[in-house]
């Protein structure tokens, strides 16, 4: 039986500031607009009003993870998300290829390498160092993730990433536990294995041959330490699939035990009408589908109005009609704004909808961030998505009699 | 003198979904859209946006008492609410009189047996069992409270009541603890008790011999251990006042020391004009009267629109005037929405308006649903409840100086 659902659409960043209009007010969305005239409307702020959310933080909490409890840094999650297996106790780090010369870092993405080329990198970069296995795995592009697992390991360490080019930076323990001061100098050990490595492969050579940037060193990031939480299907009794194409997005949804239907890029450009008709598919099954459209993050990263406008012009016409004839109820929120003229991550509110006949309507028509402010639900926080979800499911178990 | 006072109006369950219009919506009602037009109105979540909420955690919350630290499960507010005196370590399940045939149960409420004819079965049930003393009382139709004293007992155990017709069930310990054990010991004894005491009961005989559905058995739900809380005059310094009549409207006031007047129901229906005119006259000596209206509640578990419609015009009509002439200031909201499309409680927030000459006023001019979430309150929380009243009665103590 198709049981009662809802499909939270996150797309990525989506909130903006006027200049003067938002992207959201500048685009011409027809059917989001339908859906906010239909439903209810409101403000949201993942975690906390002015709080400048991460992704990953800010995905924890709209799933009722409060980050302070559970969020395990971002290498574990990235690591997830590209389907590496994790066992508690892991240090997991973000990867990137880049290029060295000199001891200097010359590009942190190794002239942007490809994904066809990063790939038979791979092999020569697992590895034992003492008693810790190193495991990698390249991902996307320039990305990967790299596993550290032993005992008496530390989350606590700097990055080997300078994250600029520039001298080339050693990991050192950010704490004064010997724990943290092992895995720094195991980082160390596993920069000079990694630039070894690749140093003397024969994919390099080629490269420079053809005037390429050799991918000749790894930089690591982001570690955090692995740990099993409580699944979601045992938090909140809902079964619940991920349809996403990021890394991170389906490293979370692993992480609190949803299923994950990862579709990938083609040419590096999402097919985003794949994802909704596979969102729509998914809610004949599950009873919330999270689907993630990473576009409008991008374009607010670089500034590009006219990018970030055409992009929620494509999700109103390729993912909006696909999951509204599932039947399903919909929610349509960001997780966080990126303001183009921020070319960052903001601590302001994003739009969000709610259009389920379990729920009320109001009065606002359209589905932007002056709108919405008047919406009927009000200013909400992260904390409380998993409450109206529940409750629109008709699965929120009463508090007393 | 008469004090400065506000009246609490809380109409059980009022909030509601569009279907297409809410009971509110719908309902002629000139004085509480007067009120709404001079005062000010808003959104209420009694415990939080998206829970929902029971009925007694409900009205714990409003009154300032966090369920969370001060719920003492439902037995003890239903005992309390039926005039039981209790002592600390006492504990009390709410009863119904039931139908068994076979070792099954064929009726919830023994062919919805009357008051006057269940009252005379409240001899037969109470008892000592070991060591634990057993008071039973009937109440109003099938209803009734039973209190265990004794030493180590515990709350932690299993309705008897099976909530449905069918197999009878025994009751189970739900912890492992010797207490648990023992109260489930003397539950499934007291239920055998009960059925020997009941089948044997002359009124029984009688009631069989007239075509009527026995009451041969008592079926105990709820397990709640009653503890002392500090009063609400110690509290806040406020001088309160209960007007109602469900049992567990009273059981909530007595428990944190307001005093009760309790309306019972004349022919099985509320004569709210009366209970208007008590709180009216209650509000010349309290500075805060609790005025508790059930029907709507009932309407929306029932599913019937017309009904919830017509009980929200009779207050209109039979309340609000009355209410209005005592000079007080006046709240009206509800402890929770029940949606007559669910026939059951949801966590959809419920209108709420402040008419107080020292509260200020809002654009909105009508009390429901849609309009109010326009409301210069915005959207409040149980917690916000106290606060406010404190305020507008020109009580709450300074924070700092």
Redesign the interface.
């Known amino acids: 039986m198709k049981p009662n659902s809802v499909i939270l659409l996150i797309i990525d960043g989506v909130g903006d500031l006027p200049t003067p209009k938002t992207a959201l007010q500048a685009a011409k969305k027809p059917n989001m607009d339908k859906l906010a005239a239909e439903g209810i409307t409101g403000m949201f702020s993942p975690l906390g009003r002015g709080i400048v959310p991460g992704s990953d933080t800010s995905h924890l909490q709209i799933f009722g993870y409060e980050p302070e409890v559970f969020y395990p840094g971002r290498g574990p999650l990235e690591a997830l998300g590209i389907g590496m297996e994790l066992k508690p106790g892991d240090i997991a780090f973000r990867t990137n290829f880049g290029t060295a010369k000199d001891n200097k870092l010359v590009d942190r993405r190794a002239g942007r390498i490809q994904t066809e080329e990063a790939q038979p990198l791979q092999k020569y970069l697992s590895t034992k160092i003492d008693d810790v296995e190193i495991i990698f795995r390249a991902s996307v592009d320039h990305r990967g993730a790299v596993i550290f697992r032993g005992p008496g390991l530390s989350r606590h360490v700097s990055d080997t990433d300078p994250h600029e080019t520039g001298e080339l930076v050693k990991a050192i323990p950010l704490d004064n536990t010997p724990e943290a001061e092992k895995t720094a100098k195991i980082l160390n050990k596993y920069m000079e294995f990694s630039m070894n490595a690749l140093g003397n492969a024969e994919e390099n050579k080629l490269r420079e041959k053809n005037k390429k940037l050799p991918a000749n060193i790894l930089l690591l990031r982001g570690a955090g330490e692995y740990r099993e939480v409580p699944s979601f299907i045992e938090r909140f009794s809902i079964e619940a699939a991920c349809v996403a194409g990021g890394a991170l997005y389906c490293g979370v949804s692993k992480y609190i035990g949803m299923d994950v239907f990862r579709l990938p890029k083609k040419n590096n450009v999402e097919i985003i009408r794949e994802k909704a008709v596979a969102a729509a598919k998914a809610a004949e099954k599950y009873e919330l589908v999270f689907l993630h459209v990473k576009g409008c993050d991008n374009c607010g990263h670089d500034g590009d109005f006219k990018g970030k406008k055409e992009m929620i012009e494509k999700i109103d016409k390729e993912v909006i009609p696909f999951i509204k004839k599932s039947g399903a109820s919909i929610i349509i929120t960001g997780d966080h704004s990126t303001p183009v003229s921020w070319k960052a991550h903001s601590g302001h509110e994003v739009p969000i909808l709610i259009w389920s006949k ?6 606002v028509k359209k589905f932007d961030e002056l709108n919405c402010m ?7 926080n992260g904390c ?1 998505i ?6 629109i499911l ?1 699965k ?6």
Chains 1, 2 share one sequence.
Do not use: T
Request: hydrophobic share 25%; net charge negative; aromatic share 8%.
């Open positions: 379990e729920e009320r309507y109001d009065k008047n919406g009927g639900l009000g200013h909400i409380d998993m409450p109206l979800i529940l409750n008709k929120a178990e009463k508090y007393g009699s």
